[in-house]
């Protein structure tokens, strides 16, 4: 067998659209929107063979993944390190001018 029969493909999902009203960030899940476009990627990922699924261990990215998982006959692998960083002990409240902020200016933080 040559080297470069061997190939894995590795698929990144961005987790679906995640409830705001919850502000617990590793508890918070998707609204309706976001499960309904989590049923859609279980159709993408259909006709794909697929290893493994894992997932950070936050709600909103296991409940994206966990039906792909499942239809596949796969468990869900929570990984501790695939959680997004911590930027504040606090809540934003718009999270999109911090960001925006944040890539305007490196020093841009909150604590």
Do not use: C
């Amino acid at each position: 067998m040559k080297s470069n029969d061997l190939q894995t493909t590795i698929y990144f999902v961005r987790h679906a659209e995640p409830d705001y009203t919850n502000h617990n960030d590793r508890e918070r899940p998707l609204t309706p929107k976001g499960k309904q476009d989590a049923h859609k990627l279980v159709r993408f990922f259909a006709d794909i063979p697929l290893q493994a699924v894992f997932s950070s261990p936050y709600q909103r990215a296991y409940d994206t993944v966990s039906k792909i998982a499942e239809s596949h006959g796969l468990a869900v692998i929570r990984v501790e390190n695939f959680r997004e960083r911590a930027i504040s002990h606090h809540w934003i409240d718009d999270f999109q001018q911090f960001s925006y902020r944040q890539w305007q200016n490196k020093d841009e933080s909150v604590s």
